[in-house]
């Protein structure tokens, strides 16, 4: 199982980003959605992920808005907001193309 520490930095705001473009969740929905897509291969703590959300509403690229959750309790539920959008898109392709120079060096094969 991959940790947050295993992750190269500033991937946890990418998969963040991308999991609240699909819909607005609160936290631990965010965290279980992870967890889900990524065939539990990807696991967030609650210690990584809230600082995460913290700073990623501190930059404007989430709002967070109180409502009740679908247990009927008061969660802070978080939507992308259209910054947080062209900041997917622009660590998107970056992440491209990170992750294609990386695969390339790792598919080198002995001359």
């Known amino acids: 199982m991959s940790k947050p520490s295993d992750l190269?930095?500033?991937?946890?705001?990418?998969?963040?980003?991308?999991i609240l473009?699909?819909?607005p969740l609160h936290g631990w929905a965010v965290s279980q959605r992870l967890k889900?897509?990524?065939?539990?291969?990807?696991?967030?703590?609650?210690?990584?992920?809230?600082?995460?959300?913290h700073k990623l509403e501190q930059e404007g690229?989430?709002?967070?808005?109180w409502k009740t959750s679908e247990l009927g309790r008061r969660a802070k539920f978080y939507s992308l907001t259209r910054l947080g959008r062209?900041?997917?898109e622009k660590q998107a392709a970056?992440?491209?193309r990170l992750s294609s120079a990386i695969t390339g060096v790792v598919r080198l094969e002995e001359a």
């Open 61 to 65: 690229w989430i709002t967070a808005e």
């Open 8 to 18: 190269v930095q500033g991937t946890l705001d990418l998969l963040v980003l991308k």
């Open 36 to 53: 889900q897509v990524s065939g539990n291969v990807l696991q967030v703590s609650d210690g990584s992920l809230y600082p995460a959300l």
């Open 86 to 88: 062209r900041q997917l």
């Open 94 to 96: 970056d992440w491209a």
């Open 21 to 23: 473009d699909l819909e």
